[in-house]
């Protein structure tokens, strides 16, 4: 069984910096796409960002491009999620993915095929 656990969210000041991990289990994870969204308080599920199965290929959302970054590290099974310019509207539980379908666009759950989910990390970004 696959098991994703994410790590790195708190409070930050507005236009501070956090660095999201999501560490892996299971040798196929360097198989697969992952994914990040995020869920606010008493909001929809947001696709924050995808990259392929090597890390050679990303997209991200327009709410964070420029801003955020997704990378990836198969040899210590990995994946992260780089947040920079942080704004009070990305305060939200972050969730990580496995993907069976990469899509290099804006993507539902349905969409990327996305499984095997981790319980999130709280961001909370003061004004």
């Known amino acids: 069984q696959v098991q994703l656990v994410e790590s790195g969210g708190g409070l930050v000041q507005a236009g501070g910096s956090l660095r999201l991990s999501c560490a892996a289990s299971?040798?196929?994870?360097?198989?697969?796409?992952m994914g990040w969204f995020r869920q606010a308080p008493g909001k929809e599920r947001e696709f924050v960002a995808a990259?392929?199965?090597?890390?050679?290929?990303?997209y991200s959302n327009d709410s964070v491009k420029g801003r955020f970054t997704i990378s990836r590290d198969n040899a210590k099974n990995t994946v992260y999620l780089q947040m920079n310019s942080l704004r009070p509207e990305d305060t939200a539980v972050y969730y990580c993915?496995?993907?069976?379908?990469?899509?290099?666009?804006?993507?539902?759950?349905?969409?990327?095929?996305?499984?095997?989910w981790g319980q999130g990390t709280r961001v909370t970004v003061s004004s």
């Open positions: 299971g040798r196929t994870f360097s198989s697969y796409p």
């Open positions: 993915a496995i993907s069976f379908r990469f899509r290099t666009t804006t993507q539902t759950v349905s969409e990327g095929k996305y499984a095997y």
């Open positions: 990259i392929s199965w090597s890390g050679g290929m990303s």
